[in-house]
């Protein structure tokens, strides 16, 4: 087993084990982040906030309760401990984000981020166009989620779930016999609601394991948070552009220069993460050329690109 997945199989261990220990996150519905478009030229929305850590608290009860997902708050919080994160202390919530390098429109889902972005249109001409977005659970390193241009072909509410024979095979092969229709209900996998895919056998969905949304954990599917996944299914009209993405990497202005955003790649995409960092130095340095007033600062960008903590890191400073 790889480290990475050794990794993996830990965390999903340890949140079983803590399942139970999530009492303040099950009591109450995880905000709904949702955030006005910035004006031309600018890629930066929301905020950092802080959160206090309460009695017997984990990372990702405070993940749940705050409605982001299990990765994003631990690339942001690289000194804390999952599980025993100590109490009393502050922890930050990737509330801040650059959207991605893509149209805004319809739906726009950057895998490695974890995170779906849904620009809606808006009710009247006068309406601020605006964005929503939400933590996800993509798929394994062997049941990838697929990329590239799609759209929502149906919408279902209290869906069955019907495994396909490779999924059935796989539950057989660890003991475990899956029936080949599952009816709605809280044991269904793909909770109450469920958007189609055009492409075959891969859909936006809830689930019944609230503690991997934010995680590399389904068959390519994508997971929501329950109260997520309700609030996206009543906004999403069927036809809805759906562009899959994989970019670890960001860059974006903000109000006060250039900003990068780097998350971990995926495990097989480590060996390119060379290229793509020295195409990302290129791409700042060109930037920033159209921008007589500002320089690029080398040292915080290579730090944040080594650092991967997800969070907006401003990389430009006024010349002198």
Same mark, same amino acid.
């Given at each position: 087993m790889s480290p990475s997945r050794f990794r993996l199989a830990l965390a999903l261990l340890g949140a079983l084990l803590f399942a139970g220990a999530m009492p303040a996150a099950h009591g109450q519905a995880a905000p709904v982040e949702?955030?006005?478009?910035? %004006?031309?030229?600018?890629?930066?929305?929301? /905020?950092?906030?802080?959160?206090?850590?309460?009695? /017997?608290?984990? &990372? @990702?009860?405070?993940a749940r309760e705050q409605g982001v997902g299990q990765e994003e708050i631990l690339n942001a919080n690289p000194g804390a401990d999952r599980w025993l994160p100590r109490v009393g202390s502050e922890v930050i919530v990737p509330?801040?984000? &650059? &959207?991605?390098?893509?149209?805004?429109?319809g739906i726009v889902i950057n895998l490695p981020e974890y995170r779906l972005y849904f620009y809606p249109k808006p009710a009247r001409k006068a309406d601020r166009p605006e964005v929503i977005t939400f933590p996800i659970s993509v798929g394994r390193?062997?049941?990838?989620?697929?990329? %590239? &241009?799609?759209?929502?072909? =149906?919408?279902?509410?209290?869906?069955?779930?019907?495994? @396909? =024979?490779?999924?059935? =095979?796989?539950?057989?092969?660890?003991? /475990?016999?899956?029936?080949?229709?599952?009816?709605? %209900? @809280?044991?269904?996998?793909? %909770?109450?609601? =469920?958007?189609r895919l055009a492409i075959a056998g891969y859909l936006i969905h809830g689930t019944d394991k609230e503690f991997g949304v934010g995680m590399r954990v389904t068959h390519g599917c994508m997971r929501l948070l329950p109260e997520h996944i309700e609030a996206l299914f009543r906004l999403v009209p069927v036809g809805t552009t759906v562009r899959l993405m994989n970019q670890p990497i960001k860059l974006g202005w903000g109000p006060d220069g250039l900003y990068v955003a780097a998350h971990p790649p995926f495990e097989e995409d480590e060996g390119e993460i060379g290229t793509v960092v020295a195409q990302t130095l290129e791409q700042a340095r060109q930037r920033v050329a159209d921008r007589p007033d500002l320089e690029l600062d080398e040292v915080r960008l290579s730090a944040a690109l080594i650092e991967k903590s997800g969070l907006p890191v401003p990389i430009t400073r006024a010349k002198r």
């Amino acid at each position: 087993m790889s480290p990475s997945r050794f990794r993996l199989a830990l965390a999903l261990l340890g949140a079983l084990l803590f399942a139970g220990a999530m009492p303040a996150a099950h009591g109450q519905a995880a905000p709904v982040e949702r955030h006005a478009l910035p %004006g031309s030229g600018s890629d930066l929305v929301g /905020e950092i906030r802080l959160a206090t850590v309460r009695d /017997e608290q984990t &990372l @990702p009860d405070i993940a749940r309760e705050q409605g982001v997902g299990q990765e994003e708050i631990l690339n942001a919080n690289p000194g804390a401990d999952r599980w025993l994160p100590r109490v009393g202390s502050e922890v930050i919530v990737p509330g801040q984000r &650059l &959207l991605p390098d893509a149209e805004r429109k319809g739906i726009v889902i950057n895998l490695p981020e974890y995170r779906l972005y849904f620009y809606p249109k808006p009710a009247r001409k006068a309406d601020r166009p605006e964005v929503i977005t939400f933590p996800i659970s993509v798929g394994r390193m062997d049941w990838k989620t697929p990329l %590239g &241009l799609t759209r929502i072909s =149906a919408k279902q509410k209290d869906p069955s779930w019907m495994p @396909p =024979a490779s999924i059935r =095979a796989e539950h057989a092969f660890d003991g /475990e016999a899956l029936p080949r229709v599952v009816p709605p %209900g @809280p044991d269904n996998p793909l %909770g109450s609601y =469920a958007l189609r895919l055009a492409i075959a056998g891969y859909l936006i969905h809830g689930t019944d394991k609230e503690f991997g949304v934010g995680m590399r954990v389904t068959h390519g599917c994508m997971r929501l948070l329950p109260e997520h996944i309700e609030a996206l299914f009543r906004l999403v009209p069927v036809g809805t552009t759906v562009r899959l993405m994989n970019q670890p990497i960001k860059l974006g202005w903000g109000p006060d220069g250039l900003y990068v955003a780097a998350h971990p790649p995926f495990e097989e995409d480590e060996g390119e993460i060379g290229t793509v960092v020295a195409q990302t130095l290129e791409q700042a340095r060109q930037r920033v050329a159209d921008r007589p007033d500002l320089e690029l600062d080398e040292v915080r960008l290579s730090a944040a690109l080594i650092e991967k903590s997800g969070l907006p890191v401003p990389i430009t400073r006024a010349k002198r």
